[in-house]
């Protein structure tokens, strides 16, 4: 999976720069198992093909716009904690909490970390890489991505139009982010080198800096900590900072419930979609065709019968079911020529007649009595009848009846036909 990594300048130099999504960003696009592919400084202008292109992006936010408290949260649900929170952060603040995220994150040592951010410059940059088509967003502080020891600060340096944006990490859960505007540009490397000994007076410190400052940072640290060598500068790198993000734990975007961390990748999917859709309409097509033709056949059945109908019966005007008026007719003009219908009281009532003496024997005095109504024979037996019904029913089935339970003690008899 290919991600976009970017460092995002802070606030403040978005504030002093005329065109703050000119400012030139460091990223790097790693691929699957974190190689690095490509790397450099461009603007986020300049990054917008990149960012729709790659499955990830992922925003080290600068650290001195994202402040991390700690503090002591009782157990409750994730939706209590996000309503609470604000709350709970609020005399820490020095704006309106409803003017900031407040995100949760790892709880150590009993105190949960919360992360802190203005809600208005998240929102910017959350809609601007929303707008460039970034399939899958995430945001974490950039003071939780430094490697982190105990017992040893790490700090690391980035230079954005002639102002220092200073990365300190002070634990593993701890971090802050100052911004610092040199006098000169030659005391940069000393205005660095003497914010971080107030901020750390006693531990030892390791300081990143851009390999092309490397050396003045180190000169700086020999001439002002002669006899107390505790700052040790390295060159930094990206590897360094894509390791602590894919480890930092804490994801403003997730966090705040922005809903933009899972994003669907439409243009993945716009073959297989086109293939659905087409595959679904021929299928309501021919679903259709069949249809019609099957209404068609209908139609010419119904009218075959109808016109039958009209032969045999020319006196008939009105004609709703010929199927069924015919089946009337012919049961009708039986009757009249002596010939009962299968389900008839007599018909019924003697083959069932049979079919009882069979099982129970001439003579037997198991029934009770028995109805006839809507063309069925309803028996009702004494209690010490002694046949069941799955005893009767092979000798009703050899005569072309079916028998049922309808209630309690009673067997209602049709004609199976």
């Known amino acids: 999976m290919s991600t976009l990594y970017i460092r995002i300048p802070s606030k403040a130099a978005a504030d002093s720069a005329p065109h703050w999504i000119a400012l030139p960003c460091a990223f790097a696009v790693a691929s699957h198992g974190d190689a690095i592919e490509r790397e450099g400084t461009a603007s986020l202008s300049e990054l917008a093909d990149t960012a729709a292109k790659v499955q990830r992006v992922v925003l080290l936010v600068a650290a001195s716009d994202v402040t991390l408290l700690r503090v002591h949260v009782p157990p409750m649900s994730a939706a209590k904690l996000k309503a609470a929170l604000p709350n709970l952060v609020e005399d820490q603040l020095m704006s309106d909490p409803d003017e900031c995220i407040v995100v949760p994150g790892a709880t150590v040592d009993g105190l949960r970390t919360v992360a802190v951010m203005h809600r208005g410059w998240f929102e910017i940059l959350v809609k601007t890489f929303t707008t460039f088509g970034a399939r899958r967003l995430a945001a974490v502080p950039a003071q939780l991505c430094l490697p982190h020891q105990a017992g040893t600060v790490t700090a690391a340096v980035a230079e954005q139009e002639g102002e220092i944006d200073l990365t300190v990490r002070l634990a593993e859960q701890q971090g802050i982010g100052l911004p610092i505007v040199p006098e000169q540009p030659e005391t940069a490397a000393r205005d660095v080198v003497q914010t971080l000994t107030a901020i750390v007076p006693e531990?030892?410190?390791?300081?990143?800096?851009?390999?092309?400052?490397?050396?003045?940072?180190?000169?700086?640290?020999?001439?002002?900590?002669?006899?107390?060598?505790?700052?040790?500068?390295?060159?930094?790198?990206?590897?360094?900072?894509?390791?602590?993000?894919?480890?930092?734990?804490?994801?403003?975007?997730?966090?705040?419930?922005?809903?933009?961390?899972?994003?669907?990748?439409?243009?993945?999917?716009?073959?297989?979609?086109?293939?659905?859709?087409?595959?679904?309409?021929?299928?309501?097509?021919?679903?259709?065709?069949?249809?019609?033709?099957?209404?068609?056949?209908?139609?010419?059945?119904?009218?075959?019968?109808?016109?039958?109908?009209?032969?045999?019966?020319?006196?008939?005007?009105?004609?709703?079911?010929?199927?069924?008026?015919?089946?009337?007719?012919?049961?009708?003009?039986?009757?009249?020529?002596?010939?009962?219908?299968?389900?008839?009281?007599?018909?019924?009532?003697?083959?069932?007649?049979?079919?009882?003496?069979?099982?129970?024997?001439?003579?037997?005095?198991?029934?009770?009595?028995?109805?006839?109504?809507?063309?069925?024979?309803?028996?009702?037996?004494?209690?010490?009848?002694?046949?069941?019904?799955?005893?009767?029913?092979?000798?009703?089935?050899?005569?072309?009846?079916?028998?049922?339970?309808?209630?309690?003690?009673?067997?209602?008899?049709?004609?199976?036909?």
């Open 203 to 417: 531990a030892p410190i390791t300081l990143y800096a851009p390999q092309a400052a490397v050396r003045a940072f180190q000169d700086t640290v020999n001439e002002l900590l002669a006899l107390d060598q505790r700052i040790t500068v390295h060159a930094d790198h990206w590897p360094r900072w894509i390791t602590g993000a894919n480890g930092a734990g804490l994801d403003l975007v997730a966090a705040s419930g922005t809903g933009t961390g899972q994003a669907v990748n439409w243009r993945a999917w716009r073959w297989p979609a086109a293939l659905a859709a087409t595959a679904l309409l021929v299928n309501i097509i021919g679903l259709n065709i069949e249809w019609w033709r099957m209404k068609r056949e209908a139609n010419a059945l119904r009218a075959a019968m109808t016109q039958t109908y009209r032969a045999a019966y020319p006196r008939d005007t009105m004609i709703v079911d010929p199927l069924a008026q015919m089946r009337q007719k012919i049961a009708a003009a039986r009757h009249g020529a002596g010939q009962a219908a299968p389900d008839d009281f007599t018909a019924l009532a003697a083959s069932f007649g049979e079919a009882w003496e069979s099982v129970a024997g001439q003579g037997s005095t198991g029934i009770a009595a028995i109805e006839y109504r809507d063309r069925s024979l309803f028996v009702r037996l004494k209690p010490e009848a002694g046949i069941s019904a799955d005893q009767l029913k092979p000798a009703l089935a050899s005569r072309n009846l079916s028998l049922a339970q309808s209630a309690a003690g009673t067997w209602q008899i049709r004609s199976a036909k």
